[in-house]
Structures are given as structure tokens and as C-alpha cells.
């Protein structure tokens, strides 16, 4: 399978903590991105991180890549219960083509 | 962003009828669209690459005769899941990207919830 891994599978936070999510993949990437999903709903683009970028920053999220262990961490910081999602990260596979998702961190971020 | 539309966002159906879902891309055309499939608390799994004015292409274990995509506008994918049975209960989304520009952000519709009874 092409699917990535994530870790955690789900994640139970206090708000402002801070959340990390972790993906790991297995081969060769044009760039990685991250994607939030609320509860039964589509999803929504969150990040976008080129291959020769190690780290890219958005609002409260950072994003880090490690080409050489092929993994990526999301970080979200000073969390809100608003994060309360799932978080996918996802690469371009077929040539570039079709977008392949991890397995997910379901994140709860509690009052 | 792009926006992407796909409705209905939930639809109930008895075992053995067919059932359409529809994906418009609002504000811009595209020649290519993704149906997913997602199973409770699981990740999306591609179903197939819808291809506008000719044939879909299916992932390995995706029923093409179950599933039959039709991309007839620049604008609109549909998906059909004919003769529904209850294991066709999922989350369906479609996505699209802006065309011409590869290995960018794609677009998700809102998704729909089949229910089959």
C-alpha cells in the first residue's frame, strides 16, 4: 500500500497545548501536504511543503520535513477546542497525479 | 480557493436502488476529478480518476460496473453506485485541482453520506 502512516491515530489535548502530528511515507516526494477535516465534512488544504523546504509555518501551525527519513511532523501551537479535527498529511502518487492520504490523527482538543 | 460542490451532502436509500452524487467545480473547469471513499474514523481511500469526455480510471478492487462515473462537462462528475446494498454505506468526496498546475492543493466537495437500508 502507498498509504502513509500517522501517529498518533488520536490525540486528546487541553487547550493551549500545543498538538503534534506525525507522518511517515515511503517513497520519493514532489512536496507533502496537510489537510483538516471536521467531522463529516470534506476536507479542507492546510499546508503545502516543498521537497527542499524543511520547515514552513502558517498562523499556529508548523509543519517540519525530514526528506531523509521521509517523515513530517505538524505542530499545532496554543491549541483551541475549534482544532477538534482529523488531520490527514498527503502526497502526490501516479505520477503526480492522485493525491494519497496518511491514516490520520484524530485530534480533541478539551475545555 | 477553488471551490468545489457536491451534493447531496446525505442521502438515504433501500437496498437494490441506484443512487447518483454530484460534483461541480464552481469557479473553475476541471478535466480531472478524484472520487474518495472513507470509512468511519478511517483515512480516504481513491476510488477512481474521473476524466472529462472519456472513460474513468478505477483503483485495483474498485467495481467499475458498481461504481460508474460520468464526467460529461468541464464543470461536473457524477457517481453512481448502482443496485446499493447496505456494505455501499460509506462517505463519498470528490476532489479536483485547478488544471495545469500538478502536484499542488487539491479541492474537496463537502462529501455525502450514503445510508443504504
Request: charged fraction near 20%.
Amino acid at each position: 500500500s502507498q498509504q502513509g502512516e500517522e501517529d498518533p491515530q488520536a490525540l486528546s489535548i487541553q487547550e493551549g497545548e500545543n498538538a503534534t502530528m506525525n507522518c511517515s511515507y515511503k517513497t520519493s516526494i514532489n512536496n507533502l501536504q496537510w489537510y483538516r477535516q471536521n467531522s463529516g465534512r470534506g476536507l479542507v488544504h492546510l499546508i503545502l511543503i516543498r521537497s527542499n523546504e524543511r520547515e514552513k509555518h502558517s498562523g499556529r501551525l508548523r509543519v517540519t520535513l525530514d526528506t531523509s527519513k521521509k517523515s513530517s511532523s505538524l505542530l499545532i501551537t496554543a491549541s483551541r477546542a475549534a482544532d477538534t479535527a482529523s488531520y490527514f498529511c498527503a502526497r502526490f502518487t501516479g505520477g503526480g497525479n492522485k493525491l494519497t492520504f496518511g491514516t490520520g490523527t484524530q485530534l480533541k482538543v478539551e475545555l | 480557493g477553488a471551490v468545489v460542490s457536491q451534493h447531496p451532502s446525505w442521502v438515504i436509500c433501500k437496498s437494490g436502488t441506484s443512487v447518483k452524487i454530484e460534483c461541480r467545480s464552481l469557479d473553475f473547469q476541471a478535466t480531472t476529478m478524484f472520487w474518495y471513499r472513507q470509512f468511519p474514523k478511517q483515512s480516504l481511500m481513491l476510488m477512481a480518476t474521473s476524466n472529462e469526455g472519456s472513460k474513468a480510471t478505477y483503483e485495483q478492487g474498485v467495481e467499475k460496473d458498481k461504481f460508474l462515473i460520468n464526467h460529461a462537462s468541464l464543470t461536473l462528475s457524477t457517481l453512481t453506485v448502482t443496485s446499493a446494498h447496505p456494505e455501499d454505506s460509506s462517505f463519498y468526496i470528490c476532489s479536483a485541482r485547478v488544471p495545469g498546475q500538478r502536484n499542488t492543493e487539491a479541492f474537496f466537495g463537502q462529501g455525502t453520506r450514503l445510508t443504504v437500508v
